[in-house]
């Protein structure tokens, strides 16, 4: 299985994730979280990402790329862990529609 690590926290494809980023909009900043399946680790080293889905509003997917050592990861939260998984990337999820593309 392809895994990766953010700071204490082991990822692997496939995973429910919540990631907390901070945002800057003028002179404010926030945390923002993104919550969703993750689809892609590519890259190695220092050089390492991640691809994040999940389904929005109007059953719209949203995609999120972060290198895992970004400074603006505050942390990774993970809800589920993935069983089963037997593939490197989860392409195959942008095809499906409902429940369907959340469950792997």
């Known amino acids: 299985m392809i895994s990766g690590k953010i700071s204490?926290?082991?990822?692997h494809i496939g995973d429910t994730v919540r990631v907390h980023s901070t945002?800057?909009?003028?002179n404010k900043?926030?945390?923002?979280?993104?919550e969703g399946i993750i689809i892609a680790l590519s890259g190695r080293g220092e050089n390492q990402m991640m691809t994040v889905r999940h389904i929005g509003a109007g059953g719209i997917g949203v995609e999120r790329k972060w290198p895992l050592d970004a400074k603006s990861i505050v942390k990774v939260e993970v809800k589920k862990n993935a069983t089963n998984v037997r593939r490197s990337k989860l392409y195959y999820l942008?095809?499906?529609t409902g429940r369907q593309a959340t469950r792997v």
């Open 8 to 11: 204490t926290t082991e990822i």
């Open 23 to 26: 945002v800057v909009e003028g």
């Open 29 to 34: 900043t926030r945390v923002q979280v993104f």
């Open 94 to 96: 942008r095809n499906l």
